[in-house]
């Protein structure tokens, strides 16, 4: 069951990640050269979000809940620091980004979290 909910979160991953990279507007020559639809791309949008929606209360169904780590104290518990950045006013060891998100099965850490953290004194990007 674990490897089968794994996988449900990578579908929820990818299909996240192109619904975030869909919002971002388009301003190339091509997209004004094709001169886009805008609802067309809006009712795809929609859809996405749904479907995104369904696999999260697919999982919540089955006992797997998403993480919330951003501007919460950094637990090494639940995520594991991919960068920090000292371009944050939040205080040290804060979760500014979620990079990819974790989540909780029973429980217990089904995948933990990679996040970016603040910490001064260093430069955006720095790795640990």
Same mark, same amino acid.
Do not use: C
């Given at each position: 069951?674990?490897? @089968?909910?794994?996988? $449900?979160?990578? =579908? +929820?991953?990818?299909? %996240? *990640?192109?619904?975030?990279?869909? #919002? !971002?507007?388009?301003?190339?020559?091509?997209?004004?050269?094709?001169?886009?639809?805008?609802?067309?791309?809006?009712?795809?949008?929609?859809?996405?979000?749904?479907?995104?929606?369904?696999?999260?209360?697919?999982? @919540?169904?089955?006992? $797997?809940?998403? =993480? +919330?780590?951003?501007? %919460? *104290?950094?637990?090494?518990?639940? #995520? !594991?620091?991919?960068?920090?950045?000292?371009?944050?006013?939040?205080?040290?060891?804060?979760?500014?980004?979620?990079?990819?998100?974790?989540?909780?099965?029973?429980?217990?850490?089904?995948?933990?979290?990679?996040?970016?953290?603040?910490?001064?004194?260093?430069?955006?990007?720095?790795?640990?």
């Amino acid at each position: 069951m674990r490897s @089968l909910l794994l996988d $449900v979160i990578d =579908l +929820r991953d990818r299909l %996240q *990640a192109a619904l975030k990279f869909s #919002a !971002r507007p388009r301003t190339g020559w091509l997209d004004r050269l094709s001169r886009r639809n805008v609802s067309g791309g809006e009712a795809w949008r929609e859809g996405l979000h749904m479907t995104v929606q369904r696999l999260d209360q697919v999982l @919540l169904d089955r006992r $797997v809940v998403l =993480l +919330r780590l951003e501007n %919460q *104290a950094f637990d090494p518990r639940y #995520a !594991r620091v991919v960068a920090t950045s000292a371009e944050s006013t939040a205080p040290d060891g804060t979760v500014i980004e979620e990079v990819r998100a974790g989540f909780i099965w029973d429980d217990q850490v089904l995948r933990t979290a990679e996040v970016i953290v603040s910490k001064a004194g260093t430069r955006t990007g720095d790795t640990p």
